[in-house]
Structure formats: C-alpha cells, structure tokens
C-alpha cells in the first residue's frame, strides 16, 4: 500500500511489530518481545517523528524481531534507537549492503 494511501491522520508514522512463532513457540515469549519493542518504540520515537513532521512526510514501519533470545529492555531500547536515528536520516530505511569476501 502506497504511503500516501495510509490512514495516518494525526501521527506521522504507523508501525507494526512482530515476533516469530518459529523462533518463539510459546506466546507468552512472542507477547514479551512484542511488549519490549513497542515500549521501546514509545520512548524512542520522537526522534523520528519530530523529523517526519518537519519534512511533512509519512512512514510505514514494520519492525520484526529475529533473535533467538529475549534481549533485556535496555538493548532493545539501543537497538530501536539506532534504527530510528537512521530513519530520521535519511528518511528512508537502510539498504542492507553485502559483505564481500576477497
């Protein structure tokens, strides 16, 4: 779905979260991470968002987490900082790039 097209009226970002059922059979475990990133996100995100605002844009953002480990609040919080300092940034999410083997 175009950003464009999204129903983002008052905020500038709409975020999802998820975690694996693979990775996390219980749900007790996938509610916990789930938990942790959206406090997390909470914290973190007027960073990004006062961004957006000023650029008069929007974002959709879908956030899963791929540990194996459920990862204390703390690193997580980094974590979901360093991802919103790069959104800010440029705007747009980073390209993940391939290691070359020389």
Not at 10 to 33: E, L, W
Not at 49 to 70: C, H
């Amino acid at each position: 779905m175009p950003v464009d097209e999204l129903p983002v009226n008052k905020y500038p970002v709409q975020v999802g979260f998820s975690a694996s059922t693979r990775r996390f059979p219980h749900a007790t475990d996938r509610n916990r991470v789930k938990r942790l990133t959206r406090e997390a996100w909470r914290l973190e995100k007027h960073q990004l968002y006062d961004q957006l605002s000023a650029q008069s844009r929007k974002l959709a953002v879908f956030l899963i987490y791929t540990d194996k480990n459920i990862q204390p609040f703390s690193t997580v919080q980094s974590k979901i900082s360093v991802i919103l300092r790069k959104l800010a940034a440029t705007g747009e999410p980073p390209v993940p790039t391939a290691a070359s083997h020389s």
